[in-house]
């Protein structure tokens, strides 16, 4: 066991805490929109049935308007103010756990330099992050809100729209389980700006103990998650060294480019970046999933593919028995389809192993024949901002990759 073992697999091991840490505060939020969307709806029912029934129409609308502005503002400003107090919170966690793996990992006493309390304080209300501070992202998201429920009500009432329909469209459908309604759009964009919120954090308070002490770390290596819903970008960069200071990239390491780029790479990333202590490269286990679907769906698909599976005999099956035949499908997915390699394995190195359908699920049938043959690698089909470049631009790029062979 090297020092960069050891801390490449508390690492990943660490990606699953935060993961968790992620869905507890999720839980918490979604939790107090849910009572805020209860609320809304509540009042919305009441003024516009009022509302429908008077002479003086506009103004009760008006009036109504007004109302639920405050009331949506009022539950995005208990948002930001949550996620603020527990970001800043999870920042001196996050510092100090990267101080404790590097002392654990490293077979020699150390005293590492801590960040300053402001220092963590600064990453999370100072430091933007996709290019907006957390104050900036839960702006968007109350206005977001605010003109998508002002639009449907204004829209409703100008149609002669009856009250449910116009609740409905603000609520969703049962049919679609409400995932149809502006209100579920609200709690999706929420979810999408804190889970983004949290790798920024974790990567940049992490960052803080890497800066502090350069003299003990070599590099940092861009580590994507190894499944089907890893993004374009993150495919590319992984396994990526930025280099710290002045240190020289080790033989055989690719330079991440650019130098300066740190998760979250886009609203959602998972990837993280794991210090590298010595020029020995990494070494250990990594975990991959072969899917590109996420885990909600890979479920619904398990139970669907356990009903089929039973036939008839489904329907007088207790709820017991089926949750058993759908166990039995994901256990045998699971054994074909999740497994570990190599630390040092790249998502590049990754992808080449994989079955060629999953190559075209994931990259796109011209790109993972142009990946199969040696055309192109993952590198490629991003360009140094990290956006995927399309087939055009990419046969403007590289003409001599699409010559022959009968790529289009």
């Given at each position: 066991?090297?020092?960069?073992?050891?801390?490449?697999?508390?690492?990943?091991?660490?990606?699953?805490?935060?993961?968790?840490y992620?869905?507890?505060?999720?839980?918490?939020?979604?939790?107090?929109?849910?009572?805020?969307?209860?609320?809304?709806?509540?009042?919305?029912?009441?003024?516009?049935?009022?509302?429908?029934?008077?002479?003086?129409?506009?103004?009760?609308?008006e009036?109504?308007?007004?109302?639920?502005?405050?009331?949506?503002a009022?539950?995005?400003d208990?948002?930001?103010?949550?996620?603020?107090g527990?970001?800043?919170d999870?920042?001196?966690?996050?510092?100090?756990?990267?101080?404790?793996?590097?002392?654990?990992?490293?077979?020699?006493?150390?005293?590492?330099?801590?960040?300053?309390?402001?220092?963590?304080?600064?990453?999370?209300?100072?430091?933007?992050?996709?290019?907006?501070?957390?104050?900036?992202?839960?702006?968007?998201?109350?206005?977001?809100?605010?003109?998508?429920?002002e639009?449907?009500?204004?829209?409703?009432?100008?149609?002669?729209?009856?009250?449910?329909?116009?609740?409905?469209?603000?609520?969703?459908?049962?049919?679609?389980?409400?995932?149809?309604?502006?209100?579920?759009?609200?709690?999706?964009?929420?979810?999408?700006?804190?889970?983004?919120?949290?790798?920024?954090?974790?990567?940049?308070?992490?960052?803080?103990?890497?800066?502090?002490?350069?003299?003990?770390?070599?590099?940092?290596?861009?580590?994507?998650?190894?499944?089907?819903?890893?993004?374009?970008?993150?495919?590319?960069?992984?396994?990526?060294?930025?280099?710290?200071?002045?240190?020289?990239?080790?033989?055989?390491?690719?330079?991440?480019?650019?130098?300066?780029?740190?998760?979250?790479a886009h609203?959602?990333?998972?990837?993280?970046?794991?210090?590298?202590?010595?020029?020995?490269?990494?070494?250990?286990?990594?975990?991959?999933?072969?899917?590109?679907?996420?885990?909600?769906?890979?479920?619904?698909?398990?139970?669907?593919?356990?009903?089929?599976?039973?036939?008839?005999?489904?329907?007088?099956?207790?709820?017991?028995?089926?949750?058993?035949?759908?166990?039995?499908?994901?256990?045998?997915?699971?054994?074909?389809?999740?497994?570990?390699?190599?630390?040092?394995?790249?998502?590049?190195?990754?992808?080449a192993?994989?079955?060629?359908?999953?190559?075209?699920?994931v990259?796109?049938?011209?790109?993972?024949?142009?990946?199969?043959?040696?055309?192109?690698?993952?590198?490629?089909?991003?360009?140094?901002?990290?956006?995927?470049?399309?087939?055009?631009?990419?046969?403007?790029?590289?003409?001599?990759?699409?010559e022959?062979?009968?790529?289009?």
């Amino acid at each position: 066991m090297t020092a960069n073992q050891d801390l490449f697999d508390a690492a990943l091991r660490h990606q699953v805490a935060v993961r968790r840490y992620s869905a507890t505060l999720l839980r918490q939020m979604a939790a107090l929109l849910e009572e805020a969307d209860r609320s809304l709806v509540e009042h919305l029912r009441l003024k516009l049935a009022r509302a429908m029934g008077a002479t003086d129409t506009t103004a009760r609308l008006e009036a109504l308007i007004a109302e639920m502005r405050a009331m949506r503002a009022a539950i995005a400003d208990t948002l930001e103010a949550l996620a603020r107090g527990e970001l800043i919170d999870f920042s001196k966690l996050e510092a100090e756990w990267e101080q404790s793996i590097i002392t654990t990992a490293v077979p020699v006493e150390l005293v590492l330099a801590a960040p300053s309390l402001d220092r963590l304080r600064a990453i999370v209300e100072s430091e933007p992050f996709q290019g907006r501070f957390l104050a900036d992202w839960f702006s968007s998201l109350k206005r977001t809100d605010q003109e998508r429920i002002e639009q449907a009500l204004r829209l409703g009432m100008a149609n002669g729209e009856t009250l449910d329909d116009i609740v409905r469209r603000v609520v969703g459908t049962r049919a679609n389980k409400y995932a149809d309604g502006i209100l579920a759009m609200n709690r999706r964009n929420a979810e999408a700006i804190m889970r983004t919120a949290i790798n920024h954090v974790s990567t940049a308070a992490r960052g803080a103990v890497w800066d502090a002490n350069s003299d003990i770390i070599l590099a940092l290596r861009w580590t994507a998650t190894l499944d089907g819903r890893t993004s374009a970008v993150c495919r590319a960069r992984d396994g990526d060294l930025a280099m710290v200071g002045d240190n020289k990239l080790p033989p055989g390491a690719t330079a991440l480019n650019p130098r300066e780029a740190r998760p979250p790479a886009h609203v959602g990333c998972r990837s993280t970046m794991v210090a590298v202590l010595s020029p020995d490269g990494v070494v250990g286990e990594r975990p991959f999933v072969r899917d590109a679907r996420t885990r909600s769906a890979r479920e619904v698909d398990f139970r669907a593919d356990a009903k089929a599976r039973a036939g008839d005999a489904w329907s007088s099956m207790t709820e017991a028995e089926r949750r058993a035949a759908t166990a039995r499908i994901r256990s045998a997915w699971a054994a074909e389809n999740i497994g570990q390699l190599p630390a040092a394995t790249t998502y590049q190195d990754w992808m080449a192993r994989q079955p060629r359908a999953f190559q075209d699920e994931v990259l796109g049938v011209t790109k993972a024949r142009l990946f199969r043959e040696g055309r192109l690698t993952l590198d490629d089909f991003v360009d140094r901002s990290g956006r995927e470049l399309t087939l055009d631009e990419l046969r403007r790029r590289f003409p001599n990759a699409f010559e022959g062979g009968g790529i289009t």
